[in-house]
């Protein structure tokens, strides 16, 4: 950089707005960094032959004149000239709508925090906020999950219709101001990458080379829709940050955090509790130490997309985004324009390097073609706008002229027209080879096939990984769970965990209960009512009562110490919530009578006296066990309990509460609403559970009379 | 290059990085380095010895109207909440209320003995009274079912279910079990180091006074759970009980934990299918206060009338007798019944 010449304007740290436009609000003494020194040396070659003296307009109209000398895009200008345009370097009205967005997208970022936090088990903090808004908000996943499981999440709706109704308007909105991956990526450049320059892309001719990618995985994976392989789930944005809060970034909060309470606490120094004995209980600032399987695969994801921002701003966004794939197809018909008056234009392509996205085209002086933008690639960060030094590009929201035409609104051809659109290089041959090839993916990588188990795709596959109270039937669930790690994170005792291959490559990270790290817990249904795409159906605690058998618990005679070797242990028994586990006496004669005697221990007249004994011992009524492991964490016999739960007897078949279509927006009354009804529905089956309840123990008793008090359901509520 | 100049930092400024670098690391290492000994609840003041005329256990009768009362009764029988807490204490009170039962059910101390308990506790000037147990089953529904969360309301008493082991501390249980019975027979103990790892609840071994409150109540693999058995409902490592043998670990924890008090609650018994229940209930309406676990438990013997339990029966009360813990024969005892 030591060729940039003195008098070329090195503009000054601005710090306003964040878009280093060179403004000069607010320098800080000393900050002085070359900045467009970055522009001018990518400029001055391509520059130093034209010999053209440009004739340009300023943004009121005035012509500017030209200097002689042509080293930069500046220096035709004189000093006063460019001083002028360093202060007034276009847009006010754009700078405090850059402001704004800064604002929202860190606003909405905290909110998605905040959400993501509150998103545990316990509801008191939830005031009828949805909690997974932005899962909601991501309209290719209700789209993708009726598509592929023909199951429609009716609240999910209304996030969605907003977002897409915003589209309608104003093109990728979401993506430049809303979607907290974004925003996480935008924190990451400007921490990483950007640190205090204007922009980091040294090259401009690899802004479009990657661009269609995203449109073909989004073809692609709607190709592998049909066979219910759901592929577009590992790009889908808000499902990505979400998993990888849930599984990257949450656990080492938290261990961080219960760390230094443990430190405050001084409970590593002498054992005992200083804050305790000052009166303080620490025991409430706890988080959840909750741990995850396979989080390795997410934080690589996640590592290796902001990694990718080095070599692109955004190269996520521009390039790999299904869901901006999407967004990009609509925008096509938005609003909100740009209308650039090139004739005002000083070539100056601050605005083509600047992009976040890559969007303008052709801006160079001796481009053969015209200048183009892309709306489709448009985020409306409004950094176009804001760094255009003559103020030729404005974003406006106008009636298309199109339509104003048509309805005899302005006459023919007065209209102001937008922006020359570059069109989206995606030919008929490329989509539907895309489409096909995700067909081919489908048919190869499903791993429901229709065959299994005879006739309906509906089991299982594997017998030990329980799925979920309230998860629809296998297929339509490998197809409908998009992976966000929701239920895991709102698991109240991290039972749920992401899956590796026991549903095949399809099944991968979707969630499993696994009762030896944590049991369902009895009245929770936390899961159901967190899951964004209705794989997880909303469920009430009495259709997990009474209906949802996620697997049946069974005792291994062979490591139970009750059964093998007879010792006095009803572990089962005492946690089982349905009284499924019951002990009843057998007689082994392989158990001495009395341990201190040989078993084969004769008496005086030659007769075996020591041979047998009554043992107590676990068995599991079908009818009652529900499938929860609560017997199978509590069991004492590890790592391989004695009572495991398998998926055997699994029933995903129930009448989920009904929803509405706005409950996205706010799930005002949810506890009580959806328990609706639920009473009458299963009086009959309480009823006749409660007929099979063995009240008396096996050493005996009549215990009618307790019977008859016995209610299975002591809380009273419903 | 120019920019290199800014990536070069001044010594100062490196200083600056490493030293708050260093100093985070190494408050946050200090949780590497936990100590390797044990805690002890050597706060807890051992139970008074009493005096001639105080009875051994009080055995008080009431009805159901008039359970709070018969618990003062039966502790001022025994000398007085005064005797055991004394002004300022740290007081933790282990009831049974792990349970999601109603109190009809008797799986769990009935709420009006707890709450009287408190209020007595709470006016002998203790500075802190927490309840512990350690519930299996959900402890927001169990300590609500149970009306335990009820019978605390408006007293300075906190409801506790220590769920994660960072509420605990590491303790040694076999520096308090004897080698030898007081026979003279060897005696090897379950608790040995490499064996069972056993933590008790850090408002337990801060605490000055320690009160057992059990419920009377048939046991499926302890046969009994009165006083003795309800000290498993405050320690983290339960599964290691079970598979070392339930009866000797039990009267091992009895050796090294010690309550300054113990109050009992016989007013209902459940008889069968315990601790849970449903099963059948017998309500003998009595409430017994005292200080020997032992005595206790086998006097309580006669109330499980539907099984007939007599103490010899129970393996734990054996092994804590002939480890000098207590006395399991209750004819030698100044009992007295009101």
């Given amino acids: 950089m030591a060729d940039i010449p003195q008098e070329f304007p090195t503009s000054r740290s601005c710090g306003g707005c964040g878009t280093g436009c060179g403004c000069g609000s607010r320098i800080k003494a000393g900050e002085q960094r070359v900045r467009l020194a970055d522009i001018a040396a990518v400029r001055k070659n391509s520059r130093k032959d034209s010999g053209l003296s440009p004739v340009v307009m300023n943004a009121s109209g005035t012509t500017i004149a030209t200097s002689e000398v042509g080293d930069g895009p500046y220096a035709r200008f004189t000093s006063e000239q460019k001083r002028k345009m360093r202060e ?72 969605g219709l907003f977002i897409l109704l915003l589209t309608l308007w104003g093109g990728r909105i979401f993506c430049g101001w809303i979607c907290p991956l974004g925003t996480a990526i935008d924190i990451s450049d400007r921490l990483l990458y950007r640190k205090g320059r204007l922009f980091y892309t040294k090259k401009r001719s690899d802004t479009r080379r990657f661009r269609n990618w995203k449109y073909i995985y989004l073809l692609l994976g709607l190709g592998a829709l049909t ?22 970034i949450f656990p080492p909060i938290s261990y961080v955090w219960n760390g230094f309470l443990n430190v405050a606490d001084s409970h590593y120094i002498h054992g005992g509790s200083l804050l305790y004995n000052l009166g303080y209980n620490i025991d409430n600032l706890r988080l959840p130490t909750d741990h995850y399987y396979n989080g390795l695969g997410v934080l690589l994801i996640f590592v290796g997309l902001i990694g990718l921002s080095g070599y692109q701003e955004r190269f996520w966004c521009r390039n790999l985004c299904p869901y901006g794939g999407l967004l990009a197809l609509i925008s096509r018909v938005s609003w909100l324009r740009h209308y650039i008056k090139m004739d005002g234009c000083i070539h100056c392509k601050k605005c083509e390097f600047q992009s976040r996205m890559g969007c ?29 030094p003559t103020d030729v590009i404005q974003i406006q929201a106008r009636v298309p002229a199109g339509i104003k035409e048509a309805l005899h609104l302005a006459p023919s051809g007065s209209a102001p027209r937008p922006e020359p659109q570059t069109e989206i290089d995606l030919g008929k041959r490329r989509v539907v080879t895309a489409l096909g090839a995700g067909v081919l993916w489908g048919t190869v990588t499903q791993s429901a096939p229709s065959a299994y188990q005879g006739s309906i795709r509906r089991y299982n596959k594997n017998n030990t990984a329980m799925r979920p109270p309230g998860a629809l039937p296998e297929s339509e669930f490998l197809a409908a769970c998009t992976r966000c790690a929701e239920c895991m994170k709102v698991c109240p005792t991290n039972a749920l965990q992401p899956a590796t291959f026991e549903f095949g490559l399809q099944g991968i990270w979707t969630p499993i209960l696994v009762p030896s790290i944590g049991p369902c817990a009895e009245k929770c249904t936390s899961c159901g009512d967190v899951c964004p795409t209705g794989a997880i159906r909303p469920f009430t605690w009495q259709d997990k009562r009474y209906k949802l058998k996620m697997g049946l618990a069974s005792v291994d005679h062979s490591i139970c110490v009750a059964w093998n070797g007879g010792r006095d242990c009803i572990v089962c028994a005492e946690v089982c919530p349905y009284s499924a586990v019951v002990f009843r006496d057998t007689f082994d004669d392989t158990l001495p009578k009395d341990p201190t005697l040989p078993i084969d221990h004769v008496d005086a007249t030659g007769k075996e006296d020591n041979r047998g004994r009554k043992k107590r011992v676990p068995t599991v009524d079908e009818r ?28 995903r078949n129930f009448k989920q509460p009904s929803e509405k279509w706005d409950d996205g927006f706010w799930r005002g009354n949810w506890d009580a609403r959806k328990d609706v009804g639920k009473n009458a529905e299963y009086a009959a089956t309480k009823e006749e559970l409660a007929k099979h309840i063995a009240l008396d123990g096996p050493s005996g008793g009549s215990g009618s009379a307790a019977g008859a008090a016995y209610n299975p359901d002591p809380t009273g509520a419903q | 290059m120019a920019d290199d100049s800014k990536r070069v930092k001044s010594r100062r400024q490196f200083l600056e990085v490493a030293g708050g ?13 936990q100590s390797e000994g044990f805690a002890s609840p050597k706060n807890i003041r051992p139970a008074p010895t009493p005096q001639p005329g105080t009875p051994d256990i009080a055995v008080v009768e009431g009805n159901p109207s008039t359970y709070g009362d018969i618990t003062e009764q039966a502790v001022n029988a025994i000398g007085g909440i005064s005797r055991f807490v004394k002004k300022g204490d740290k007081v933790v009170i282990t009831p049974n209320i792990g349970w999601m039962r109603t109190p009809d059910q008797a799986a769990t101390t009935h709420p009006a003995v707890i709450r009287k308990l408190v209020q007595m506790v709470q006016s002998a000037g203790a500075s802190r ?34 769920d994660h082991p960072t509420m605990y501390r590491k303790v040694s249980i076999q520096s308090k079990v004897p080698n030898k019975t007081v026979d003279g027979a060897e005696y090897d103990p379950r608790h040995h180091y490499d064996r069972i790892e056993q933590m008790l609840p850090r408002d337990i071994i801060e605490a000055d006074c ?5 419920v009377v109540k048939d046991h499926e693999a302890a046969v009994i759970t009165i006083a003795m058995k309800k000290l498993m409902g405050c320690i983290w490592n339960r599964k290691d009980y079970h598979r070392y043998g339930l009866h000797p670990c039990i009267a091992e924890l009895n050796m090294y934990l010690r309550p300054t008090l113990i109050v009992t609650d016989a007013t209902r018994a459940l008889q069968t299918r315990g601790p849970k229940g449903p099963g059948i209930v017998t309500t003998p309406n009595k409430v017994l206060a005292g200080t020997d676990p032992v005595a206790m438990d086998s006097y309580c013997c006669q109330f499980l009338t539907v099984n007939g339990v007599t103490p010899d029966q129970v393996p734990h009360l054996v092994i804590a007798d002939s480890l000098g813990r207590g006395k ?5 005892l100044n009992i007295k019944e009101m």
């Avoid at chain 1, 801006?363 to 176009?384: G, P, T, Y």
Wanted: hydrophobic share 40%; proline share 3%; glycine share 6%.
């Fill in chain 2, 328 to 332: 399991i024969d209750t004819s030698g």
């Fill in chain 1, 88 to 159: 007034q370097p276009g847009n006010r009205a754009a700078h405090n709508i850059v402001k704004i967005r800064r604002t929202v997208q860190v606003a909405t970022f905290i909110l998605f925090c905040v959400l993501f936090f509150m998103t545990t088990a316990t509801r008191e903090n939830s005031y009828g906020i949805n909690k997974n808004l932005f899962m909601l908000m991501d309209f290719l996943n209700t789209l993708k999950n009726g598509i592929a499981s023909h199951h429609f999440a009716i609240y999910a709706i209304g996030p």
């Fill in chain 2, 21 to 33: 670098a260093a100093a985070l690391g190494g408050l946050y290492g200090l949780t590497f380095f």
């Fill in chain 2, 129 to 162: 009274i927490t309840l512990i147990d350690y519930a299996l089953d959900d402890w927001k529904l169990a300590f609500q079912i149970c009306g335990a969360r009820d019978a605390v309301k408006g007293t300075m008493a906190s409801l506790l279910s220590p």
């Fill in chain 1, 624 to 651: 009652l066990c529900t499938g929860c492991g609560l017997c199978e964490y509590h069991c004492p016999v590890m790592p391989t309990h004695a009572i495991v739960v398998y998926t055997y007897q699994e029933d």
């Fill in chain 2, 210 to 214: 320690f009160i057992v409150n059990p």
């Fill in chain 1, 360 to 388: 303008y085209d052709n801006l160079d002086k001796n481009a053969k073609q015209e200048a183009m933008h892309s709306i489709s690639e448009c985020i409306q960060c409004f950094r176009c706008e804001t760094v255009c």
């Fill in chain 1, 227 to 248: 066979y219910g392989v759901d592929i577009l789930t590992f790009g889908d944005p808000i499902s990505l940050i979400t998993r990888t809060f849930t599984f990257c």
